[in-house]
């Protein structure tokens, strides 16, 4: 069941003690929409921690609020577990268990389209991001949002919705960007980290798998492979990765593309996306994954060509 706006607020305001936790592998929208919320908490007098499985990877570091992120939960006393961005409960790793077996408050708070409405209160809206929601949430609310939450929530917005360049981005995500713009965003600083700042090994590792993309289905499927032996050569982490499956949408005649990441030998973590002939959250779903219509990931066990072959057919049962 999905439940109102008012229901969530009340939670926010009665809360006296939250952990909040977002996926593994956290985006720009996990990381903004769990420590806008997690300051918000704060500052509204409140004990609030926010945790993830992974450590976030690197590019983040500008934010000053990205030391608050914990990966173990602290040996407090809450009352109320916030959960951000987070399709499934899985989708939390190590603290799953936590939120399945908390004798308190659960509270899911989240934008895609296959979310599986698990905990207490779920509040699940399709949107370009979670922080789109987080933001209209906070304004309701009639807590403060000041330049710093405004950053962290126009992080998960810029990115999630591509630079505002996806298809579900609506009027109301350009009037939420305008409220954060007003309130202290600095877009330029956050574009730059995200878009254009890159290290060396990126960029070398960019321009390698990128020379290397195959196609499929009459070349409207596009792959772009990242192993970990590319990874090494370049002294590059599996978080700079992140963006690579875009590239392939810019070329002409590619409906989907997608990217398999050699997470460890014999499993592959895949991105999806898609121009919107595919729905690739049917595809990922095939593989216990999901997300959005144009924009989905999943885990696959196998060799690789193997994967590619199971994509491949599953994109083609979809086109």
């Known amino acids: ?87 499934d409960i899985t989708r939390i790793g190590v603290f799953a268990k936590y939120f399945k077996n908390f004798k308190g408050c659960t509270v899911n708070i989240d934008h895609h389209i296959s979310n599986t409405k698990y905990a207490d209160y779920n509040y699940v809206r399709v949107c370009p991001a979670s922080c789109e929601i987080i933001a209209d949430i906070l304004v309701k609310t009639g807590w403060n949002i000041d330049s710093e939450i405004a950053d962290l929530l126009m992080l998960g917005l810029i990115t999630d919705s591509g630079n505002f360049t996806h298809n579900d981005v609506s009027a109301a995500t350009f009037r939420t960007a305008a409220t954060l713009r007003e309130k202290g965003a600095d877009v330029n600083k956050i574009s730059y980290q995200m878009f254009a700042r890159q290290t060396k090994a990126r960029a070398l590792l960019y ?32 978080g700079v990765t992140e963006g690579f499956v875009d590239f392939a949408l810019t070329i002409d005649g590619v409906e989907v593309s997608i990217s398999v990441l050699e997470f460890k030998k014999g499993q592959y973590k895949v991105s999806l996306r898609s121009k919107g002939t595919v729905n690739v959250n049917s595809v990922a779903s095939d593989f216990g994954g999901g997300g959005h219509i144009l924009a989905s990931g999943c885990m696959i066990f196998g060799e690789l060509e193997e994967v590619i072959d199971r994509i491949t057919y599953a994109v083609y049962k979809n086109l």
Not at 210 to 223: G, M, P, S, T, Y
Not at 228 to 236: I, P, R, V
């Open 1 to 87: 069941m999905n439940d109102t706006l008012e229901k969530i607020i009340l939670k926010l305001n009665t809360c006296k003690k939250a952990a909040v936790f977002c996926h593994v592998r956290p985006d720009g929208d996990a990381i903004g929409s769990g420590l806008a919320l997690t300051l918000a908490l704060k500052k509204a007098g409140k004990f609030a921690v926010m945790c993830c499985e992974d450590v976030p990877p690197e590019k983040f570091c500008f934010l000053e609020a990205i030391t608050e992120v914990k990966t173990e939960l602290p040996d407090e006393t809450f009352d109320t577990y916030f959960c951000v961005d987070s399709a």
């Open 207 to 238: 321009g390698q798998v990128i020379n290397k993309i195959r196609f499929e289905l009459e070349d409207k499927v596009a792959f772009i492979i990242i192993n970990q032996a590319d990874l090494e050569k370049f002294g590059a982490d599996t």
